[in-house]
């Protein structure tokens, strides 16, 4: 029975993709079985498909691609039971994934399967009675999300033979390309803002690829990327988050799929999710989505909050203002890993959170500061500057009535504290004494 | 007036193939119009149908993202360098 049941799923199967659910793929991926069941790439704007290739942008209208699939429509209780028994990492979701069935067996950092911490003591302290959970995603192997999309990108890099591993980044991300180029075996080359923190600068040095800084911002960093992908000196070049970004969106997923089951497979009410270039959270929703649409979860509504820090909040600003387009800014802001001015997924954040029911909101440099404590001294976790924004907007949104305390809500901490210690540098010794009981107690200690 | 413009990868196609290409023009919507003359059917990729720039995609004037000034009304200096850029995310 368990033979046919797998049959059956492999011959029914539907197209999963926002704009055109249930069609049939019209482009020929060209490449076997190495992306799994990607069909297609589709623009998110007009819908145009083309063959699953290393390009970005829509030759129509300049529209972002992103991976269509034929998704296994068989018994979900075999698919579930088949995700069970899958490694401890993103690739139990390979049968979801644009990667090879083995893509387990492959060097790489098999990232994923994170925590999903049950934040009873920071509930108490927000008033949140329905349920409170942290995914905490700086478990992963270079301390944050990063590696999930990395893992992505870097299967595609190598199914397009290409040789260089490279990115434009804010930090996290630099380092999650260093080190999967590392464990591949291929020369990376990646460049930051000249500013970042320094430990995000030496994490991003350390696996021995190239690290280039650029006297500009992110957004010149990105632009000098994408001028240089134009290039001959590009060619052969895998920027992940430029000509691989289709695929490397792609790994974000794996944060709704895990959430999921991690929840016994079932949906959350409210998810906060921090807001960069909004890859991550639109990627969360098409997961979700993706869950609903394979009967893996029950089909619930569920509401999707962004967070921005104020010193970069092009997103939130045009929530407030009722647009549908975002007005870049120039960052100024401690979450320098959330510091795009020109966020590219802007627009989609915007139909994703008013889709839903949610809404965007950005906190101070000094409530982010204040969010990494709370959550360090009531849950145990410290918090890179992203995760300050988060549970900082978490309790904003439970103050100002934007999100109900009775429903059950997962905030994001996709980074380590480690990476930012300077955000909370006052942050130091109770006392200083000498080893002494007596000094102990003079110290008001005892 | 004339300006030097960067032609992304996906439009290369109607400039034979060119990355970079001159055009003439005051204002990015001259420039726009010029590239038109010269390479029919380029301005209806980088402008919607209402005649906006489309939104994913980023245009500047030497190193100025012309959203942060005048847009298609941006002053386009004598000498000056115009890139065309799809819009791309990361972090």
Known sequence: ?446 | MSASVRIPTILRSYTGGQAEVPADGATLAEIIESLEKNHAGISARVLDDTGKLRRFVNVYVNDDDVRFSDGLATVVPDGASVSIIPAVAGG
């Not at chain 1, 350390?206 to 500009?216: D, N, P, Q, S």
């Not at chain 1, 969106?249 to 709704?256: D, F, H, I, N, V």
Request: net charge negative; glycine share 10%.
């Open chain 1, 1 to 446: 029975m368990a033979v046919q049941s797998t049959a059956a799923a492999a011959t029914q199967s539907a197209t999963v993709s926002p704009e055109s659910p249930g069609t049939s793929p019209s482009a020929d991926a060209g490449y076997g079985t190495s992306f799994g069941p990607a069909a297609a790439l589709s623009c998110r704007e007009c819908g145009t498909r083309f063959p699953l290739s290393p390009i970005f942008a829509c030759q129509e209208c300049f529209g972002p691609l992103e991976v269509a699939y034929d998704l296994p429509l068989g018994d979900p209780d075999e698919l579930r039971r088949r995700i069970e028994a899958g490694p401890a990492s993103i690739w139990r979701y390979a049968p979801l994934l644009p990667v090879p069935a083995d893509v387990a067996e492959r060097p790489n950092l098999n990232p994923g399967w994170t925590k999903l911490i049950k934040a009873d003591n920071l509930a108490r302290e927000l008033g949140v009675t329905g349920g409170l959970y942290v995914k905490d995603d700086s478990g992963n192997p270079t301390h944050s999300f990063k590696d999930r999309v990395v893992a992505i990108a870097l299967e595609a890099a190598r199914t397009f033979g290409l040789t260089t591993l490279s990115c434009s980044s804010t930090g996290n991300l630099a380092g999650a390309v260093g080190a999967a180029a590392a464990r591949a075996g291929l020369r990376s080359c990646v460049f930051i803002p000249h500013d970042l923190e320094s430990a995000k600068v030496v994490m991003a040095a350390v696996y021995g690829g190239e690290l280039v800084a650029i006297e500009g911002s992110y957004d010149d960093v990105n632009r000098f990327c994408s001028e240089l992908i134009g290039d001959p000196i590009g060619e052969g070049w895998g920027f992940v988050n430029v000509n691989l970004r289709p695929y490397y969106g792609e790994g974000s997923k794996t944060l709704a799929y895990e959430i999921a089951e991690q929840l016994g497979w079932r949906l959350p009410d409210n998810l906060v999710i921090p807001i960069a270039s909004g890859s991550q959270l639109t990627k969360i929703d098409k997961g979700l989505k993706e869950l609903i649409a394979l009967g893996l979860v029950e089909d619930k509504p569920y509401r999707i909050y962004g967070a921005q820090a104020e010193g970069c909040s092009p997103v939130s600003a045009a929530f407030k203002a009722g647009h549908d387009v975002v007005r870049p800014v120039k960052p100024d802001t401690i979450a320098k890993s959330l510091a795009i001015g020109n966020p590219a997924d802007g627009p989609y954040v915007l139909d994703i959170t008013r889709r839903t029911g949610g809404t965007v909101e950005d906190v101070t440099d000094e409530q982010i500061v204040d969010a990494i404590a709370l959550l360090a001294r009531t849950e145990g976790v410290f918090a890179e500057t992203a995760g300050g924004v988060t549970v900082g907007v978490l309790r904003k949104l439970i103050e100002t009535g934007q999100l109900d305390p009775a429903a059950e809500t997962v905030v994001l901490n996709t980074g380590d504290g480690l990476k930012t210690l300077d955000a909370v540098a006052g942050t130091g010794p109770t006392a200083t004494i000498r080893p002494t009981l007596s000094a102990f107690r003079e110290a008001g200690l005892a």
